[in-house]
């Protein structure tokens, strides 16, 4: 309630209030016309304290519940406020609900949002987030981890455990850098692979993706430019263009991103950052080769431009040995190293982390405390016990074991189905398979036919920062189960047989426009 100074009035503001026990007019009502034409008058003025319920109760010789509900009335309508100390006193007038002639009003929603912006995501990625919920449906459209490899079990024990021994300290605030022991169990795992860092090098996050919006809220201005592959992260691109800047695109092939190109794009453009997915990238699963590793760390030195080395993924290698992270490498104090747990353990408790310079790390923190103040905590002490019992090693093991057999199979099914003029790529690590449809066949045109047919997948073309892509698609091979996987790639040759029987007009669509699914 707003602050109501008290006024000066009678010692009985009611002593006059009469009740007539003959009228058809309820008493408790009689008391709120009573009361009401008083304040309109100004026999009540604002900050007037009235009589108690049970002492107005028994000068009216009425219940005492007749006045309650007369009171309650009057504070509804927004004329009478409870104030502690002083009672019930008389607001001062405003517009409110119970007004008959505002009743049914709506807020104009639509009217007060900004104007909408070019780089305002489409709703694609909800829409394919939706989908998951839709059983009659298989979806190989979001990039989420097994729902069978989830270590459920462990992570209710340890809540258990920390529950009893934690206390309170459990659900309350913690530092915005992030819980001090989950900072220093994961500068450890770093460590162990190769990135040498300590906790004041190490910022927790709400989820990878808040460490590409910090990115973008730290380094970039609206004009700025970011290179990207191409394809690249759709969330990434959704970002960088909301933050208004000029995305400077790069091919990448098997071997990653073409590098030789990037030092001329780097020769004519003054970027803020470079961005890159170096291991089983997000789509097109390609791996980094070492020789562009080192090219690429050259030209960041060179040019003095930042490398955002985007990293959920390395963790997760089927087959092949394993190439250094950027971060790691002699020359990575250029590279902000971003990872998370939700593509290895829980995508619900939305952590990550950025290791990168002290000054970066500073920087990084002021700009989430504006946002969340900090991760949270509960999922925090739960990862850190996680890590330190040694859990982590051997669920990583579990998942590579059951992913590389779901990789196997989807690449085995696809061998036996696919049509005629289809390619695709399987990765040696990661989530996706990224795949090239016949000549003809539109990916965002396809959708709906598969939707329809019962199976969801990523277009290629929201991957691309510039036009094109309309014949790519991306299959996440981890999420469904080994059954689901066979008859999903079975309905969506079905599907694509469908749509190399439309007419030629009916195949294409434009890039760019959000695709119903």
């Given at each position: 309630m707003e602050d109501v100074r008290l006024t000066t009035a009678p010692t009985r503001p009611l002593e006059d209030l009469r009740i007539d026990r003959q009228s058809e007019t309820p008493v408790y009502l009689q008391?709120?016309?009573?009361?009401?034409?008083r304040i309109s008058a100004g026999a009540l003025p604002v900050g007037t304290r009235l009589p108690p319920e049970r002492k107005l109760a028994e000068e009216l010789g009425v219940n005492r519940s007749t006045v309650f509900q007369a009171y309650r009335e009057l504070k509804e309508r927004g004329l009478l406020g409870a104030r502690v100390g002083s009672g019930t006193v008389v607001l001062p007038p405003q517009v409110t609900s119970a007004d008959p002639a505002l009743r049914g009003r709506a807020i104009p929603w639509n009217q007060l949002f900004r104007a909408p912006a070019a780089s305002d995501p489409d709703p694609l990625l909800r829409d394919l987030l939706s989908l998951t919920e839709r059983?009659?449906?298989?979806?190989?459209?979001?990039?989420?981890?097994?729902?069978?490899?989830?270590p459920i079990a462990d992570v209710q024990r340890i809540f258990a455990e920390l529950s009893e021994e934690a206390g309170a300290s459990l659900y309350l605030h913690c530092p915005t850098e992030g819980h001090t022991p989950l900072r220093e169990a994961l500068s450890v795992w770093a460590d162990s692979r190769g990135i040498e860092t300590n906790a004041s090098e190490l910022l927790v996050l709400s989820g990878s993706q808040q460490g590409l919006d910090l990115a973008a809220r730290v380094f970039l201005s609206p004009g700025d430019a970011v290179v990207v592959e191409e394809p690249t992260y759709i969330g990434a691109l959704h970002v960088f263009r909301d933050a208004g800047a000029r995305l400077l695109s790069v091919p990448a092939d098997a071997d990653?991103?073409?590098?030789?190109?990037?030092?001329?794009?780097?020769?004519?453009?003054?970027?803020?950052?470079?961005?890159?997915?170096?291991t089983f990238q997000n789509p097109s699963g390609s791996v980094l080769s070492l020789e562009r590793r080192r090219h690429l760390l050259d030209l960041s030195l060179r040019h003095q431009v930042p490398i955002l080395e985007d990293d959920p993924y390395s963790e997760l290698r089927y087959e092949g040995e394993p190439l250094p992270s950027l971060r790691g490498m002699e020359?990575?104090?250029?590279?902000?190293?971003?990872?998370?747990?939700?593509?290895?353990?829980?995508?619900?408790?939305?952590?990550?982390?950025?290791?990168?310079?002290p000054p970066v790390i500073r920087r990084f923190a002021l700009a989430k405390q504006s946002i969340d103040l900090h991760t949270n905590t509960v999922a925090q002490m739960i990862l850190d016990r996680f890590v330190r019992e040694g859990l982590l090693e051997?669920?990583?093991?579990?998942?590579?074991?059951?992913?590389?057999?779901?990789?196997?199979?989807?690449?085995?099914?696809?061998?036996?189905?696919?049509?005629a003029g289809l390619s695709w790529r399987s990765p040696q690590g990661g989530f996706?398979?990224?795949?090239?449809?016949?000549?003809?066949?539109d990916s965002s045109r396809l959708l709906g036919i598969a939707a329809d047919a019962g199976v969801a997948?990523?277009?290629?073309?929201?991957?691309?920062?510039?036009?094109?892509?309309?014949?790519?698609?991306?299959?996440?091979?981890t999420y469904p189960e080994g059954d689901r996987i066979v008859e999903g790639v079975e309905r969506l040759m079905q599907a694509i047989e469908t749509a190399a029987l439309l007419p030629e007009a009916g195949r294409k669509r434009r890039a760019g426009t959000p695709p119903i699914v």
């Open positions: 008391i709120v016309h009573a009361i009401r034409e059983e009659d449906l298989i979806s190989f459209a979001v990039g989420l981890p097994s729902p069978d490899c989830l990653g991103m073409r590098t030789d190109l990037l030092a001329n794009l780097l020769e004519k453009n003054r970027p803020k950052l470079i961005y890159t997915l170096p020359g990575g104090e250029s590279v902000l190293h971003l990872s998370t747990f939700s593509k290895l353990l829980l995508p619900g408790l939305r952590v990550g982390w950025l290791v990168a310079p051997a669920h990583l093991e579990m998942v590579r074991s059951a992913y590389r057999k779901k990789r196997d199979l989807i690449h085995s099914v696809l061998s036996v189905k696919a049509p996706y398979v990224w795949g090239r449809l016949p000549d003809g066949i997948y990523l277009p290629g073309w929201p991957c691309f920062a510039a036009e094109g892509g309309e014949r790519y698609f991306r299959l996440n091979f």
